[in-house]
């Protein structure tokens, strides 16, 4: 039986703080529709990939890493009122020049980004309670 290689804490907490520098003053920002196959795909509004958030992260955008863990330390701004109105269904986060670094899930539980409520209507001013980032358990 073949088993995963692990990565040691201190493995971990470099590859987050990579992952935290990377964000420095980058976004997050939430869409509808279809998570893209692949990270660094284009949202396609053809698709029903509608972007429905948009924040900045701050500087430093999160703590430092502990056992491969980084939190989100609060967000700089809000980028307006969402720009549309739908139900968010994964995150992109991405560097301040717009790179992709990671995507995941949106839900109200067992997604990588939980949110009280996904549903967000056109104008309102969303607000990320907590958003970590776990590399791995080491």
């Known amino acids: 039986m ?12 470099a590859t987050a703080r990579a992952i935290a520098d990377l964000l420095r003053d980058g ?3 939430l869409y509808a529709g279809v998570r893209p196959a692949d990270p660094d795909d284009p949202p ?3 698709l029903g990939q509608i972007l429905l958030a948009q924040l900045k992260f701050g500087d430093p955008a999160f703590s430092l890493p502990s056992r491969g863990t980084i939190v989100a330390g609060p967000f700089a701004e809000i980028e307006g009122a969402a720009p549309a109105t739908g139900r968010a269904t994964w995150f992109r986060a991405s560097t301040a020049l717009g790179a992709t670094v990671l995507d995941g899930t949106v839900g109200r539980s067992d997604a990588a980004l ?4 996904p549903h967000i209507p056109m104008g309102a001013e969303v607000v990320i309670e907590r958003f970590s980032y776990q590399v791995q358990e080491p």
Request: aromatic share 4%; charged share 35%.
């Open 27 to 29: 976004w997050l920002r």
């Open 114 to 117: 939980i949110l009280d409520d």
């Open 44 to 46: 396609r509004p053809d």
């Open 2 to 13: 073949a088993s995963r290689a692990r990565l040691g804490t201190i493995a971990a907490d």
